[in-house]
Structures are given as C-alpha cells and as structure tokens.
Nanobody
C-alpha cells in the first residue's frame, strides 16, 4: 500500500492550496483519513480528520479556513487550504486506516508535502 500526496508548494499569505492523497495497492477500503503537519522544530500535529461516512474534525486554528473531503471510490482524501498564514508553513502528511484484502486494517502515511506560506 502506498499513500501518494500531491499539491504542496509556495503561496503568499492569504492564498490557497489544495492537497491530495491517494491510497493505492492492496486497498479493499479506507476508514478514517487524516492530515497532519509538522513545522521545523515542532511536534507533528493533527490538522483534520474525516471518517468514512463524512464526519469531520479540525484543529481549532484551521477551522473555517481548511476543508477536508474524500472520494471513497478513488480512495482519495483532499485538504483545501484557504486564507493561508505564515504559521501554516509545514510539511503536511496524510494518514489513512487502510483495510486490506485479508480484512486486516493498518495505518499508512504519505511521504509528506511541503507547504510554504510567504508574507
């Protein structure tokens, strides 16, 4: 199983970016999907969570600015980031609870995408 992220980059403060993360390989289904981020010198923190049924939860500092969504048919999770701030600069990682063909569930992580917000 691989989680491949796309969509990071450099943006000015106030701008927008969209991250995508696709699960591929031995993927029978995907339960919870999440985005985390880690800024230099800081601990990794959970940014947003989306359950298979669509329920969502956000880090308080991104509420109203970020939207997490998913396409279950494509085993893909998205993070639409708007009104970006310099403090959003970090490496963003997706995480997914993947159900594999042997009915075994395991958490996988993406490779990380750099998001840099300039002032």
């Amino acid at each position: 199983v691989q989680l491949v992220e796309t969509g990071g980059g450099l943006v000015q403060a106030g701008g927008s970016l969209r991250l995508s993360c696709v699960a591929s390989g031995d993927v029978f289904g995907v339960n919870e999907m999440e985005w985390y981020r880690q800024a230099p010198g800081k601990q990794r923190e959970r940014v947003a969570t989306i359950e298979r049924g669509g329920n969502t939860n956000y880090l308080r500092s991104v509420e109203g600015r970020f939207i997490i969504s998913r396409d279950n048919a494509k085993n893909t999770v998205y993070l639409q980031m708007s009104s970006l701030r310099t403090e959003d600069t970090a490496v963003y990682y997706c995480r997914a609870d993947v159900i594999q063909s042997a009915n075994y569930e395991y958490a996988y992580w993406g490779q990380g995408s750099q998001v840099t917000v300039s002032s």
